[in-house]
């Protein structure tokens, strides 16, 4: 068993070292002069407390999406939310099965775990794997809170989905490549019939949100948002991204979807109300029993597979 456990580890960090490229350690000076080469809008994702710059980011790029992943935050920090419109602050402690469940359907362009930990790389290189599969750049805080350093990793690839959200239907058996540069992102849907391009908005999904005890932008705010569309012809909340306190359709031309006609479509009254009360009623809940709740909510029972209505 310890032969195994070590064959393991060995084979995660050889699988890192064709993923990415590893600096010694950068400043927090030179991860603004990264984000600067950025021409188009970016996710940045903070893990742990944000760091003494972060407002000033949000400031800088405000077409830009910014998550703060951290158990609780001081009531300074989320004063000063109220004056940005692209944060948004999931109330959870990330564990690694969490990080594992997100690279299979979240991807961001920087991710940066503010928390010094440097045995992080050394103890769980399967959880840094996994960061890494989901953005193109990582940095781990290495340096004390005065010198503020960090490690850097550049993800050399381009990246890959297994599901579209944290709930996935059994009937969508499809691939993902997300393909990412400083200057555009989209994602490639892979399906026996054909290859659709499309453009990847930052923001993370709504079901990310509701399932990770998102409390940025508040649960009111988030409805007084709900996106109004009757052309949509999959308006359910894993085809909504949150921007901060924007929310963003996607996916409307799937072709899945074209053949059904206007009057078989969701009633948008009916699906409007439906999603108020799933984003309202699930505040607090933990990810398990959100999940059951968008399923009851939904009436996708007999469209997942069972292992994900029963837990």
Request: a positive charge; glycine letters at 4%.
């Amino acid at each position: 068993m310890i032969l195994s456990k070590i064959i393991k580890i060995y084979f995660l960090i050889f699988t890192l070292s064709f993923c990415v490229i590893q600096c010694e350690e950068i400043s927090e000076n030179e991860i603004h002069k990264l984000l600067s080469q950025y021409k188009r809008p970016f996710t940045f994702l903070c893990i742990g407390k944000p760091m003494p710059s972060f407002f000033y980011m949000t400031s800088t790029y405000p077409k830009s999406s910014f998550v703060i992943c951290h158990l609780s935050l001081s009531n300074e920090i989320q004063d000063r939310f109220r004056s940005f419109d692209n944060i948004i602050w999931l109330a959870h402690q990330l564990n690694a099965g969490d990080i594992e469940n997100l690279s299979k359907c979240e991807n961001f362009d920087v991710i940066l775990v503010s928390d010094r930990d440097d045995s992080l790389m050394q103890r769980r290189p399967d959880m840094v794997l996994n960061l890494q599969k989901m953005t193109q750049f990582l940095l781990i805080k290495s340096g004390s809170d005065s010198t503020n350093r960090y490690h850097f990793f550049e993800k050399k690839t381009d990246s890959t989905l297994v599901k579209t959200s944290l709930i996935h239907p059994r009937k969508r058996k499809r691939s993902y490549t997300i393909v990412h540069t400083l200057n555009e992102k989209y994602i490639c849907k892979h399906s026996p019939q054909s290859i659709r391009k499309c453009e990847w908005y930052p923001g993370i999904n709504l079901l990310t949100y509701l399932l990770y005890r998102g409390k940025w932008p508040q649960r009111s705010t988030l409805v007084s948002h709900i996106p109004i569309d009757y052309s949509h012809t999959d308006w359910t909340p894993n085809n909504m991204i949150v921007q901060g306190d924007r929310i963003k359709l996607i996916d409307g031309d799937d072709p899945l979807y074209q053949n059904i006609k206007p009057d078989q479509r969701i009633k948008i009254n009916l699906a409007q109300r439906k999603l108020k009360q799933l984003i309202l009623k699930s505040a607090g809940e933990s990810f398990e029993k959100t999940r059951k709740r968008f399923i009851q909510i939904y009436g996708f029972g007999h469209y997942f597979d069972q292992d994900e209505v029963d837990e």
